[in-house]
């Protein structure tokens, strides 16, 4: 439903408790007339739960869709649980949910890229995870690199250095595109650098959130400055 300010759409966006980066980030990708209300859940507990409550927060303002920030595939079977967590969550708010590991698929689909680098806030055991979470899905990774954060809270402290450090180490001639997981990593304003420096796609998985987001509730404007998704896609 839309309001005075948000006469397009409000679309609520459930954020990890932790996770100072992907609110911002998904403000500074709002087109005009639209609202982003967030609420937020712990990692802690039954994610489920988390989620539901945080859910019937923002059912209360009348957003078109849910937005849920938060990256699995670092889990056994993450996407899977994900879609499952989706599911209930989405029953219970009569609302399309939209999550950044299942757009970050959507989005590398979109950009016909198969072959990808991946960077990773996580440690070695977690990005085995990950690599297979993106093969099981049919993408191949060529190359993964994680920055081994120790902790939730730290990932979103990262220098931006470092993070450019990280897409050079996956960015091998076999890549088609190179991709970020991980949603309280920063990376949303060095996109569209990378994406010069390399001259390939770069998909940040809060851009592929929003982007999915946006085109699933019927807004295309481009989105010019963050990355070729969002302006061409």
């Known amino acids: 439903m839309a309001d005075t300010l948000a006469y397009r759409t ?16 998904l403000d500074d990708l709002r087109p005009p007339g639209v609202s982003n209300q967030t609420a937020r859940f712990s990692l802690g507990g039954n994610m489920f739960e988390e989620l539901a409550s945080a859910a019937r927060q923002l059912t209360a303002c009348k957003p078109e869709a849910l937005l849920i920030g938060l990256s699995t595939e670092f889990l056994p079977g993450g996407i899977s649980l994900l879609q499952h967590v989706m599911a209930e969550v989405a029953k219970l708010a009569n609302l399309p949910i939209f999550t950044a590991p299942h757009a970050t698929l959507a989005a590398l689909q ?44 730290a990932i979103a402290h990262t220098p931006l250095d470092a993070i450019r450090r990280a897409f050079e180490q996956v960015n091998r001639a076999e890549c ?29 998985c809060n851009a592929a959130l929003y982007w999915a987001a946006l085109r699933g509730t019927g807004i295309d404007d481009p989105c010019p400055g963050f990355g070729r998704l969002l302006a061409e896609c």
């Open 176 to 204: 088609e595109g190179l991709v970020q997981v991980g949603t309280g990593l920063p990376v949303l304003h060095l996109v569209e650098e990378l994406e010069q420096r390399f001259a390939k796609p770069v998909v940040g």
């Open 110 to 153: 979109s950009l016909g890229v198969r072959r990808v680098g991946v960077i990773t806030p996580f440690d070695a055991d977690a990005n085995e995870h990950v690599r297979e979470a993106f093969e099981t899905h049919g993408f191949a990774v060529a190359a993964i690199h994680g920055l081994a954060c120790p902790g939730f809270e």
């Open 10 to 25: 409000i679309l609520g966006v459930l954020v990890p408790d932790l996770n100072t980066v992907l609110q911002p980030e």
